[in-house]
């Protein structure tokens, strides 16, 4: 499978700091970026996504930018709430065979 | 948006046996894929199922411990074979939509190995 670095593995924040959590990979090749959040007990939920043909998407609290020339990406969350509290995980598409790669989840902990 | 069926939800089972878990999609997907999710840790592809013909297995995933079968667009088995207490882990049915298209989660199958 292809090689997906996330970073860090746990992470805690005050409620309304911001956090944020970086992926690297090594396929350049690759250019569909996703990031899900999976509550404990669930299953992982698509919380926002980036191809890569643009370098940054946001939706309300939520951003991710992409560097493809670095072979980077990042999850932004402003303005934490507690029930942002989950595992994150940076996830890649092979652009042959279209199969998903996921990061190694970042545990993230909103303090209230 | 798919809605993926997965069962058995959960199982306890003795070591040495074999379970199949089902995966039922209520639409016609391209593609569909099979992922482990060890207690605490990440997803890792077991193999993409494909429709007709063997199933892609990814690196330190073989056919005979994990045989996967996939009749039609809409359905999928995986088999763990002969499991051992390595094999306690939530087995997840995934799909889909092509190139650059959302990846939906079935709600996975819990599987315990005495």
């Known amino acids: 499978g292809e090689n997906v670095e996330q970073h860090p593995s746990t992470l805690s924040v005050q409620e309304g700091d911001s956090a944020v959590i970086k992926c690297t990979y090594s396929d350049s090749a690759s250019n569909y970026f996703p990031w899900y959040k999976q509550e404990l007990g669930k299953r992982p939920q698509l919380i926002i996504d980036?191809?890569?043909?643009?370098g940054e998407k946001k939706d309300q609290r939520i951003a991710v930018t992409l560097n493809k020339t670095a072979k980077h990406f990042s999850l932004h969350i402003t303005e934490t709430q507690p029930e942002d509290s989950a595992v994150y995980f940076c996830a890649l598409q092979k652009a042959s065979g279209n199969q998903f790669y996921f990061g190694t989840g970042t545990s993230l902990t909103v303090i209230p | 948006s798919a809605v993926i069926s997965q069962k058995p939800s959960r199982d306890i089972c003795q070591r040495g046996t074999s379970l199949t878990i089902q995966c039922q999609v209520d639409s016609q997907v391209t593609m569909m894929f099979w992922y482990r999710q060890q207690p605490g840790q990440s997803l890792t592809l077991i193999a993409t199922?494909?429709?007709?013909?063997?199933?892609?297995?990814e690196s330190g995933f073989v056919i005979d411990k994990f045989p996967i079968s996939r009749p039609n667009l809409t359905f999928s088995t995986l088999t763990v074979s002969n499991m051992s207490p390595e094999d306690s882990s939530i087995y997840l049915c995934?799909?889909?939509?092509?190139?650059?298209?959302?990846?939906?989660f079935g709600e996975g199958s819990r599987l315990t190995v005495l």
């Open positions: 980036i191809r890569s043909n643009v």
């Open positions: 995934s799909v889909g939509q092509g190139a650059g298209g959302e990846l939906f």
């Open positions: 199922a494909n429709q007709g013909s063997e199933a892609t297995y």
